[in-house]
């Protein structure tokens, strides 16, 4: 198979070393092989792979070093070798001039983080984590790192040795003596370095505080279950964040649930997820930053907005299909799976490009990696998205996610609410579209007129049924006939580049 361009064998059971023979595959672009047991050493033939584009070993029990010579691989853009025990410094992966994303999270990588890397640094410190020997250089203008150790340089271990020396010759080489030195110099470096962290820590929460008056009510842009959302306008264009705060008072169980979005959040990196900025802790309440998105949520756009704005047809399928990009993420790509339990317009936000982002999955379930569904009794759903499975067991699964989000799909083509007054007989939107569409009905007696405000209007006319044929389909009554995210994101990346052809 000399013309492989995409092998992805990730999620199995495979095991042994990564066998030699990968870099006979000369024209692959996408090699995934995460989520496995394999073992070893990583070649230093899949330097050999001068085509690759994306790399993803994630997730295996990996050793030894990354091999020297990436510079070859001038094609990779996308490397993810997290959750393995691999050693050595990140020199190599410096080399990588064209990458985009970078994941070495939770090995044995020791040493200074390359200048080259840095710019992953301040992008998502979560991608560094777990890697306890890793250090930044305190000259790097780098934002995240406070979250790691301070690189000591060679000049100042010099200068501290001088000092030491100059102490034994005046105090002998008692052996005793020069450890009770290192270990004071050790503590006080230590508790230097927890300071610094501390005081940066403290000045964004002022920061933070200052921009929202003490969280103040009137900067409140929403609420959930799990938390209210301020929006915090730091001075000096600092940027502008939206602040959830989570309330867990004295109780371990708080702070475990705290530390759990944290952690699943700190996870997960995907372009539709929205992406935790930092994390600032106290005594009895904890402040989340997330990047403000300046539209708000589909919720507000498609019911709260006045005038509502134009969404024309390729605006609806570009949305569609980033949140079905986001929740397939989270379904086949996390390790263990999420699932989110609670998908709704108000939990997918918009940026200024209408670029769709799901919030709160970081305070879902997380999945055992050997089952597809596990039982929660905290995560409850909103009336009118909730699988009707759901009123016979408290499972939460990847089959009530996709319902929710045919439901969404259905608000987003007519533009309704889950639960609208204008239905009769206490019906939710399901049932109504049910109720109404045969092959027969015209189309335009369901769908938001604002779909049609497109001049191919016969051709978007054949895709919008299309797409309410597949929102139809994950809403089924039985959840073993709903698709799953990967086929729901594969026809709509069909339905959307059908439409980008047809546009230009």
Known sequence: MSGLMRLDLSDNHFSGSIPVIISEFKALIDLRLGGNSLGGRIPSAIIDLGMLCTLNISSNGLTGEIPSG??????????DVSHNHLTGTLASVAELRGL??????????????????????????????????????????????????????????????????????????????????????????CRQRKKLDIEDG????????????????????????HGTVYKASLRNNEGV?????????????????IVREIETVGKVRHRNLVKLEDILIKKNYGLILYRYMQNGSLHDILHEAYPPPLLDW???????????????????????????????????????????????????????????ALISSTLRGTIGYIAPEYAFTSTKSKESDVYSYGVVLLELLTRKKAVDPSFADRLHIVRWVRSIWNEKVEIGLIMDEGVYNNRYDSFVREQVIEVLQLALRCTDSEASKRPSMRVVVKELEHVYEALRMKLN
Do not use: W
Not at 70 to 79: F, G, I, P, T, Y
Not at 208 to 224: Q, R, S
Not at 246 to 257: E, I, M, V, Y
Not at 346 to 361: G, R, V
């Open 241 to 257: 964040y939206a602040v959830k705060k989570l309330t867990f008072g004295d109780s371990k169980q708080g702070r475990t649930s």
């Open 202 to 225: 403290a000045n964004l929460f002022d920061r933070v505080m200052e921009a929202t008056e003490d969280l103040n009510d009137k900067y409140i842009i929403g609420k959930g279950a």
């Open 70 to 79: 990436l510079s070859k691989m001038v094609m990779l853009q996308q490397l």
């Open 100 to 189: 985009t994303d970078l994941n070495i999270s939770y090995n044995l990588f020791t040493g200074p983080i390359p200048a080259a890397l840095v710019k992953f640094l301040n992008v998502s410190f979560y991608s560094f984590l777990g890697n306890p020997s890793l250090c930044v250089d305190c000259g790097l203008n780098c934002d995240a790192g406070r979250n790691f150790s301070r690189c000591v340089h060679s000049s100042d271990d010099h200068k501290g040795l001088t000092k030491f020396q100059t102490a034994m010759v005046v105090l002998g080489t008692s052996v005793p003596f020069f450890a009770v030195v290192v270990g004071v110099g050790v503590m006080l470096q």
């Open 314 to 372: 390729s605006m609806r399928c570009n949305i569609a299909l980033g949140t079905a990009h986001g929740l397939a993420y989270l379904h086949f790509d996390c390790d263990p799976a999420i699932v989110h339990g609670d998908i709704k317009p108000m939990n997918i936000l918009l940026d200024a490009d209408l670029e769709p982002h799901i919030s709160d999955f970081g305070i879902a379930t997380l999945l055992d990696q050997s089952s597809s």
